[in-house]
């Protein structure tokens, strides 16, 4: 039996970069059901930065993850983590007053957001159908993420501040152990002080297994695809395309465009893959609203993104199960967030306060508190 002060369940990107800021301040152990870390939701991310997506609290965990992003430690990755990209929000005649009300949140938070006529953002991006678009607005600071690179990057520094990771290691058995934890895995029995509970989907199934109340997740299927790009033309330098309804969007991803219906649609925590019809639904979109021919998808896949019921991560000790620490619910805004969230979840695990750059941005304990979905 193997003794921790931090054991934390899921090595996708909350438990990596939680654990990349817990291993230098305490025995730190990374259990991971997959045979390799980030598998599920991490693995089948867009991959975009955007400072104008998600809540107040979003928002500013999000703004406060930049200079990390910029500036990573020495040895954290070999590439830039963040690269040009922009976004461009779409909408037509009739989506105009949600436009216009989007806009403005929008410029409350970063004021460098441009409004723009149909012209203006057919000259981003020249494959709008004629008489679609009626007006859009530009972040041009938006940036594609190295998400791997990210990923693996937290994972290194974790082990080389002494952090042990462990794949095939599904926690089956979960008991209080006299003031700590006894976990028990396909890979061995361990004891931890401290048990984090970032196991995305399946992360109200643990607390059950700790005796925890669950926070009410909601895993959601997000579909994607890739499909070849229009001949002529530099589609690289488009920007990524979003209905201001959030019901299609298209960005280049890697040579080719990578498309989605931008669904929500919410399922039990498992290996989620793409269903025909939302591939259907999201050509049929795009199609409507661009000159675009999809005539065959090159590759579609489907992820998981667990939220609560007001869309804020949660991040703190379980009130009815001591030692027991939530880090879940992060949506669609985990790799973005993960700079702060990993430290965030570092301070409050260590019962510290939130770091100083982070509360002055606005963000409470109270916030993200599991207590606040009782």
């Known amino acids: 039996m193997v003794e921790y002060r931090f054991a934390i369940v899921g090595a996708g990107i909350a438990g990596a970069?939680?654990?990349?800021?817990?291993?230098?301040h305490g025995s730190t152990l990374l259990l991971e059901r997959e045979s390799q870390p980030g598998y599920h939701s991490t693995g089948r991310s867009a991959a975009l930065y955007t400072e104008t997506y998600g809540n107040r609290v979003i928002r500013a965990l999000t703004i406060a993850s930049r200079p990390f992003f910029e500036a990573p430690p020495k040895g954290?990755?070999?590439?830039?983590?963040?690269?040009?990209?922009?976004?461009?929000?779409?909408?037509?005649?009739?989506?105009?007053?949600?436009?216009?009300?989007?806009?403005?949140?929008?410029?409350?938070?970063l004021p460098s957001v441009e409004a723009m006529d149909a012209a203006r953002a057919s000259e981003l991006c020249p494959t709008f159908r004629p008489g679609y678009l009626d007006s859009a607005f530009y972040e041009e600071d938006a940036r594609d993420m190295d998400?791997?690179?990210i990923h693996q990057g937290y994972l290194r520094g974790f082990r080389a501040a002494g952090g042990r990771l462990v794949c095939d290691a599904e926690v089956l058995g979960l008991a209080r152990n006299g003031a700590g934890w006894k976990i028990e895995t396909p890979a061995g029995a361990f004891t931890a002080d401290?048990?984090?509970?970032?196991a995305g989907a399946w992360a109200d199934v643990l607390a059950r297994m700790a005796g925890a109340s669950p926070v009410g997740l909601v895993p959601k299927r997000?579909?994607?695809?890739?499909?070849?790009?229009?001949?002529?033309?530099?589609?690289?330098?488009?920007?990524?395309?979003?209905?201001v309804d959030e019901q299609f969007y298209w960005k280049p991803d890697a040579g080719q465009l990578l498309i989605s219906p931008a669904d929500e649609t919410p399922v039990e925590p498992q290996d989620v893959q793409p269903e025909e019809l939302d591939i259907a639904l999201c050509v049929d979109r795009i199609e409507r609203a661009s000159t675009l021919a999809i005539?065959?998808?090159?590759?579609?896949?489907?992820?998981?993104r667990s939220f609560v019921r007001d869309k804020t991560p949660v991040a703190g000790f379980a009130p009815d199960?001591?030692?027991?620490?939530?880090?879940?619910?992060?949506?669609?805004?985990?790799?973005?967030?993960?700079?702060?969230m990993?430290?965030?979840?570092?301070a409050l695990a260590r019962g510290l306060a939130l770091p100083a750059d982070i509360a002055a941005r606005g963000v409470s304990p109270a916030d993200l508190a599991p207590g606040r979905l009782a």
């Open 147 to 149: 998400v791997h690179a």
């Open 17 to 24: 970069s939680a654990g990349f800021n817990l291993a230098p």
């Open 342 to 346: 990993g430290r965030v979840a570092a």
């Open 295 to 304: 005539r065959r998808i090159a590759r579609k896949w489907a992820g998981l």
């Open 222 to 243: 997000r579909t994607a695809a890739t499909i070849e790009p229009p001949a002529g033309g530099d589609f690289r330098r488009w920007p990524a395309v979003i209905d």
């Open 194 to 198: 401290v048990v984090i509970n970032a």
């Open 321 to 340: 199960a001591p030692g027991f620490f939530w880090l879940a619910g992060q949506g669609g805004y985990g790799i973005m967030t993960s700079p702060a």
């Open 76 to 109: 954290f990755s070999e590439h830039p983590l963040l690269t040009p990209r922009g976004t461009l929000v779409i909408a037509r005649a009739d989506q105009r007053a949600k436009l216009e009300a989007a806009l403005a949140e929008s410029k409350a938070i």
